[in-house]
């Protein structure tokens, strides 16, 4: 198993320093107790020929131990190298996230990163310590806890959500990861977390989750940022919240991320098939770069004597995500040496006009409908109405990538998607 970035010594002095920042990163296996906690685990630091630390929970699983019932590191914010990495690891742990090996199997999931099943689960178990089935089975584990202690979803219901292909496969994971019944889970959630704000009663349907992120964060600037670009109809912002429609595999789907009173992050959702709603939650914590680390990106600017004074003014910066890699695209596309403005009027036409039509908004269009019928609704130079069309006919295709096959929280692209020219000449895109 690899390790890169980061020694024993220096993985054994975070646990020592029960350092939250690191919660997520990596796990603490102790070989006495047969357990792993995530580093910051207020328990007593066991002796250093008693620890082996592992990348992932999955390979704390598939080399014996279960989850610590004091710290439960399934619940820490997910680890920041799958959102920066771009090898073949942490493509394959987005698109796990993102429900792929469900959806499709192993072997899909092999077929989109361009390798065998078999080579692809060596490469995985070499680099993680665990292959792409284990992977996958932590994380509908890692979401079966999620909406247990998160949600008063019924536990068939919870079962479903999470991935798993029957009750009882999800009782039986529960019970070997957790040391817990899935009732046992539920029972020892504080109220503040099984609820929504006091006296906020959801509609029917919908789920309310607290989003698990490292501070510090700064809210205000992502939502500013986002009520700037919101396209009326779509997307919706105010000075704590943000929602949005969107497709989903199973069919329209709706979250809202606002800050609460705590200061917390908290998740609104309605899906039209359940085995959507664990994508959704990854969905929204990638728009919001929740898996990030802040503390490191701010040191790092900070190591630039112009920009120290801004990151001391302003910490917690985030890079907002995408929920569509498709969409960013046109979206930019469309912006080009236009104003924010002008490029949302242009873009909110176009989503009146093709989008489809769901409560009370309507989604994005289809690169299908852009294709066919983008140059009807879109104005300005011909030539940039003919790219953005050929690029969402380029996108129509079925060999387009999904989601989350992007760096999500650097919304960068496939090269390959880039490669749109105007009578030749390239139009320069947002991953430039």
């Known amino acids: 198993m690899t390790f890169p970035t980061m020694s024993f010594d220096e993985r054994y002095g975070a646990i020592d320093a029960r350092d939250i920042r690191f919660d997520g990163q990596f796990v603490t296996a102790v070989h006495t107790t047969g357990i792993y906690c995530r580093p910051s685990c207020p328990a007593r630091t066991p002796k250093r020929e008693n620890v082996s630390f592992y990348p992932t929970s999955a390979a704390a699983h598939e080399a014996g131990f279960r989850a610590c019932k004091r710290c439960l590191p399934e619940a820490a914010p997910g680890s920041p190298a799958w959102d920066l990495r771009g090898d073949t690891a942490a493509r394959a742990m987005r698109l796990i996230a993102d429900g792929v090996v469900e959806r499709e199997g192993v072997g899909g999931l092999a077929a989109r990163l361009g390798y065998s099943s078999r080579h692809l689960t060596r490469l995985l178990s070499t680099e993680l310590g665990a292959g792409p089935l284990a992977l996958a089975r932590a994380h509908r584990a890692h979401n079966a806890r999620m909406l247990l202690v998160g949600t008063d979803l019924a536990i068939s219901d919870i079962a479903f959500s999470a991935g798993f292909a029957s009750i009882r496969q999800c009782n039986d994971t529960i019970r070997e990861v957790f040391g817990l019944t899935p009732s046992e889970v539920r029972a020892r959630r504080r109220s503040s977390i099984a609820s929504g704000a006091a006296g906020d009663a959801l509609p029917p349907g919908t789920i309310d989750l607290i989003l698990p992120h490292r501070e510090p964060m700064d809210a205000v600037g992502i939502f500013t940022w986002m009520a700037a670009r919101a396209l009326p ?189 105007d009578r030749g000449r390239p139009i320069t895109c947002a991953c430039a």
């Open 233 to 421: 109809g779509v997307e919706s912002v105010t000075a704590s919240s943000f929602a949005r429609h969107l497709r989903m595999p199973g069919g329209p789907a709706w979250f809202e991320v606002r800050q609460d009173a705590a200061a917390r992050l908290r998740l609104r959702a309605r899906v039209t098939h359940l085995g959507d709603l664990a994508p959704l939650v990854a969905t929204a914590r990638r728009i919001f770069d929740l898996d990030a680390d802040p503390v490191a990106v701010d040191a790092a600017l900070s190591s630039h004597p112009q920009l120290a004074p801004l990151v001391a003014l302003t910490p917690g910066i985030r890079v907002p995500g995408a929920a569509d890699p498709h969409e960013m695209l046109i979206r930019a596309m469309v912006g080009q040496q236009i104003t924010v403005a002008a490029a949302r009027t242009s873009l909110t036409a176009l989503a009146e006009a093709l989008g489809e039509r769901v409560d009370d908004g309507h989604l994005f269009p289809t690169m299908l409908a852009i294709a066919e019928h983008g140059a009807e609704v879109l104005r300005g130079p011909a030539a940039r109405i003919r790219a953005i069309t050929g690029a969402a006919a380029a996108l129509a295709d079925a060999r387009s990538p999904s989601p989350s096959e992007t760096t999500a929280s650097s919304n960068a692209m496939p090269s390959w998607l880039c490669r749109v020219s």
